[in-house]
Every structure is written in C-alpha cells, then in structure tokens.
C-alpha cells in the first residue's frame, strides 16, 4: 500500500485507512488538538468561551453606554430650552406669495404670540431679500402689528420679522418668501355709488383733455360700440367705457389695456336726468392687471356737478387724489 501523507500533518495525527481494513475510521489526535474531517487540527482552547464571554461583555458595556448617553443629552437637553428658548413666536400673514410690482403689500404680525402670555419687548422687521436694484423698503421696521411695502421691481423678495419675548431673548425668525411679477396689464377705473336712482356717471381724461370732448371718455362717445382714438395709432391705448348704468348703483367701469404715458383725471358726473337730493358716497377703484392698486371715495351731493377725484400717472401708476 502506498501510504500518503499530507503536507503538514504531524504524523502521530495520521488517518489511518488501508485498503482491506474496512470500518469506522480511527483519527488519533495528540493532546492540544482535535479531529475535524478527519484530520487532525490544533485546538484553540477556550476560544468559544472567549469569545462568548467577549460577546456578552460587549453587549453588556454596549447597552449601558447607550442608557447612559440617552439619560445625559436628555436632561441637557430640557435645562438648554428652558433657559434659552424664546417664548415669542413671530408669525407673518399676507394675502398671497405672488404680488405685483407697484401694488402695495401688507403684512400682518397680528396672529404672533408668546406662549408665556407677556407682552413682546420688540419687533424687528427685515427686508432680506429684494432684486439687486430695487429700493423697496418696508414702512415700519419696528411695528408689532404690521407693515408694508410696495415691490418696484419684477424678483424676489423675503421678510424676515423677529420678536423679543420680555425676558429679551429673540424668537426664530419668521420669514415670508415673495415673488414680483409685472401685472397681466390694463388698467380699470371702476365708479360703485350708494343711492340708487340718481345715476351717476364716470368720465376719463386723456393727459391735458377737457370735459365732454373726445379728449374725455364717458357715456356719450366711449361704449364699446363707440369709442375713442387716444395715444399713439394703435387701439391698445384707446379708452372705452365697458360698463355703463342709469338706475342702479354702478358699476361705471373704463378700461384702457396699455395707457400712453401722461397723468389722466377722474371726474364723477351726477346726471341731472334722474334726481336724488343730498349726498351720494361714491368710490372709485383703480386696477392694474386686475388687482386693485388704489381706491378713492367722495361724494356727490348736487345734481348736475362735476367732481375731480383723482389722478393717474402712467407708467407709474400712481394714484393722487384730488
Ligand atoms: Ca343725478
Ligand atoms: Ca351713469
Ligand atoms: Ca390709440
Ligand atoms: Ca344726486
């Protein structure tokens, strides 16, 4: 027989296996080692306890630390807030994230509160963010109720109000992320009035025009069937008198889509054909791209007189009453 011995293997640990000699296989191993496979390995004494007792040991250290660290930043936590926190919070309300540029914004600080119930030491309005050359700036810095600003520019915009709470410690800022966009265009000049039955009329001045001409867009030459040719050659900068009434309370509504440059001038008519003695309250309304720019009252309290409510200056768009 040819007996194999395989490198490495100490003989004494030798599989004896002979042709002929059937039977369970006799490993003999010497002391310090073990039979695995048939071959006889040195064994690692303890290991299995070793490193149970590692694990165990491991698992131990492991969770304690962990209850540690937790209890710890726990309580560090709590004490921090309790003696740092502001109890102001600063809320900002407006009434939509799109505005328009030469539309007065408004912003509400009234909903802040401070959970403390004591009144805030100071409000601090910023303007963080505007469009590089935009000069808007906010009309109160300091107030605890409101301000306002008019964009001047298409872009961003950002406010930014903090409150210091009476301990004077300042809240988390609230900030309110705004975006400029030139309105859609047009302007509308709408007459509303309160007395019935009186019928009063609304009439639009071109720059340098007189009543009851065609430099003066009213009843009489300005409905949409009508109209006017005012500005330059084109029909965009041409008035007309797209709501017209007689017994009701308005509305009297002129539109103009792209006004030539030029201040034009309001005038409200009460009509002598249908008569209602004493005062009429009346107010007209200004739009630019549908959203209202500005609003004038008055009131007409002698049949047949013209009033002057107001001038518009364009491109400005600013609203002066007179
Ligand atoms: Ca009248
Ligand atoms: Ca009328
Ligand atoms: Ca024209
Ligand atoms: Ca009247």
């Given amino acids: 027989m040819t007996l194999r011995i395989p490198p490495g293997l100490p003989l004494f640990g030798l599989l004896v296996a002979a042709a002929g000699c059937p039977g369970p296989k006799v490993v003999l191993c010497a002391t310090g080692e073990v039979e695995v496979d048939g071959v006889c390995v040195e064994a690692e004494e303890g290991d299995a306890d070793t490193d149970a007792d590692s694990d165990a040991d491991s698992d131990a250290d492991s969770d304690t630390d962990t209850d540690a660290d937790t209890d710890t930043d726990t309580d560090a936590d709590t004490d921090a807030d309790t003696d740092t926190d502001s109890t102001a919070y600063a809320i900002i309300e407006t009434d939509s994230s799109i505005i328009v ?48 600003f008019t964009p001047d520019l298409v872009g961003d915009y950002t406010v930014e109000l903090v409150i210091r709470d009476s ?88 539109e103009i889509e792209a006004p030539a440059s030029g201040i034009y001038t309001v005038y409200v008519h009460d009509y002598p054909g249908s008569s209602v003695d004493g005062a009429n309250a009346f107010t007209v309304d200004f739009y630019w791209g549908g959203v209202l720019i500005d609003s004038v009252s008055g009131s007409a309290d002698v049949e047949d007189e013209y009033y002057a409510v107001a001038e518009i200056d364009f491109p400005s768009r600013r609203v002066s009453p007179l």
């Fill in 101 to 148: 540029v030469d539309s007065l914004v408004t912003l509400d600080a009234s909903e802040s509160y401070d959970t403390a119930g004591e009144s805030f030491a100071s409000c601090t309005w910023t303007l963080t963010t505007r469009p590089s050359r935009s000069a808007a700036a906010l009309s109160s810095t300091t107030s605890c109720s409101r301000s306002t």
């Fill in 167 to 254: 301990r004077g410690i300042d809240s988390a800022p609230a900030t309110l992320d705004l975006v400029a966009e030139e309105g859609s265009g047009g302007l509308a000049i709408e007459l509303t009035w309160t007395q019935a039955g009186d019928d009063l009329d609304l009439h639009l001045l071109n720059p340098g025009g007189s009543l009851v001409t065609d430099d003066d867009c009213y009843y009489g030459n300005c409905t949409v069937t009508e109209g006017l040719e005012w500005g330059g050659t084109g029909t965009s900068d041409n008035p007309t008198l797209v709501l017209d009434d007689i017994p009701g309370t308005g509305p009297e509504r002129i």
